[in-house]
């Protein structure tokens, strides 16, 4: 039986109760190097880069078209895993650029039939990609601060060529790929896989 207010698919339940063996791997959850990349790129394109555009599903890979990304898009917000894109009117504030934009405790027990439009290896991808946007956030957060203090610090040394290298630098560091980085990048590995949160 559908749920309330939604109407029966076949292919939905077909493609939930058989999911494509060949690619529904455990290990299969996390994002690609390639998908990361496309994913944040577009993002860092956008005139909200922090907040999940209604395409960024289909840009990662994990919808297969951009009507049922921004499907997904529409139930992450509407179930609060997602803060909403701000209206186009407005202008991104310090308070936008800092705040968490993901809500990976939102990920409940419920999550299956909240994106019951999408397969369940598409569910552990957008796992996969929840915790890694909520990992950039708060890498981002971090830069934020960093980049701060050095604006701080050039207010009282105007002109210093260390500081103004160093202000670069982190400018540079907020738009890098994940695969130009030499940290590791969480939910970014090929092959291994995160453990999926158990409920009771």
Known sequence: MAAPGRKFSFNRLITN???????????DVDLSPAQADQLLAYQCASKYPRHLSGKAFFIAG??????????????LVKHK?????????????????????VNTGGVTKNFASQMAMISVHAQRKLVGLLFFWEEECMRWKLLDQE???????LKVNEGNQDLECALEAVRMKMKMLPSRRGEATANVVRGAGHELPSYS
Request: glycine residues 2%.
């Open 62 to 75: 994990i919808t297969s078209s951009d009507s049922l990304s921004q499907k997904v898009h529409k139930a």
């Open 81 to 101: 895993i997602i803060l909403p894109v701000p209206e186009a009117s407005s202008s991104p504030g310090q308070e936008a650029t800092e705040m968490l934009t």
């Open 147 to 153: 980049e701060r203090e050095v604006v701080d610090a």
């Open 17 to 27: 109760m058989i999911p494509n063996m060949a690619n529904d791997s455990k290990n």
